[in-house]
């Protein structure tokens, strides 16, 4: 079993930033995925950003290519999601998720999910 817990969120002007955190307990080496997807209301959840545990190879949704970048610390057990310029358009729910591989979380598979912690962005 692997427990995902999201911290980082709040309000945030436009172009401002935000550094999300999330914290994995029971981790196994069965779950090397580990990625971010958001969700605003009156929308469907979106894919955000992927990590690997071991690897380290990420991939990015493509309305945060360039601003945001996720990373990780094995040593913590802590994936992070450093987001940058961010726009109104990025106020949302975002969720933390785990699972087999970095590929199988991009695609909304993942077996493990955080509780979510809100990001607003407004002035």
């Known amino acids: 079993q692997v427990r995902l817990v999201e911290s980082g969120g709040g309000l945030v002007q436009p172009g401002g930033s935000l550094r999300l955190s999330c914290v994995a307990s029971?981790?196994?080496?069965?779950?090397?995925?580990v990625g971010w997807f958001r969700q605003a209301p009156g929308k469907e959840r979106e894919f955000v950003a992927v990590i690997s545990w071991r690897g380290g190879g990420t991939s990015y949704g493509g309305s945060v290519q360039g601003r945001f970048t996720i990373s990780r610390d094995n040593t913590k057990n802590t994936v992070y999601l450093q987001m940058n310029s961010l726009k109104p358009e990025d106020t949302a729910v975002y969720y933390c998720a785990a699972g087999r591989t970095a590929s199988t979380v991009s695609t909304g598979a993942g077996h493990y999910w955080g509780q979510g912690t809100q990001v607003t962005v407004s002035s």
């Open positions: 029971g981790r196994s080496f069965s779950s090397d995925g």
